[in-house]
Nanobody, 124 residues
Framework: QVQLVESGGGLVQAGGSLRLSCARS????????MGWFRQAPGKELEFVAA????????RYADSVKDRFAISRDNPKNTVYLRMNSLKPEDTAVYYC?????????????????RGQGTQVTVSS
C-alpha cells in the first residue's frame, strides 16, 4: 500500500516562497508519475504540476508556470514543489498524488494514490 505524506505548508506573505515535500512509503517510488493538486475553499480540485518517473520532464498549470517548480529525489522517495512569487489566489490545500501511468495526467482520476494534504495560506 502506497502512502503519501505532504509537509511544508504554512502562512506566507504575498511574494514569498514555500517548498512543499511529499514523502512516499510502500510500493516502488520510481514507478510512479507524481503530481501536485490543490483545492481552494469552495472550489474544485485543480491540477498544479506533474513530473515523470525519471524527473526528466514536467508539466504545469498555466496559473503557476514560471513560478512553481516540481522536482523529485527518487532515492529519498520524495517529490517537491517549490513555490515562488506566491499570490493570495494560491491559497489552498495542496495534495500530492501518484500515478502508475507513464504520462503526466492532469485529472486526479488518473492518479492511484493521494496524500492528506497540506494547507498553504498566502496573505495579501
Amino acid at each position: 500500500q502506497v502512502q503519501l505524506v505532504e509537509s511544508g505548508g504554512g502562512l506566507v506573505q504575498a511574494g514569498g516562497s514555500l517548498r512543499l515535500s511529499c514523502a512516499r512509503s510502500g510500493g516502488t517510488y520510481s514507478r510512479y508519475t507524481m503530481g501536485w493538486f490543490r483545492q481552494a475553499p469552495g472550489k474544485e480540485l485543480e491540477f498544479v504540476a506533474a513530473i515523470i518517473r525519471n524527473g526528466a520532464n514536467a508539466r504545469y498549470a498555466d496559473s503557476v508556470k514560471d513560478r512553481f517548480a516540481i522536482s523529485r529525489d527518487n532515492p529519498k522517495n520524495t517529490v517537491y514543489l517549490r513555490m515562488n512569487s506566491l499570490k493570495p489566489e494560491d491559497t489552498a490545500v495542496y495534495y500530492c498524488a501518484a500515478s502508475e501511468r507513464w504520462d503526466m495526467p492532469v485529472s486526479i482520476g488518473d492518479y492511484d494514490y493521494r496524500g492528506q494534504g497540506t494547507q498553504v495560506t498566502v496573505s495579501s
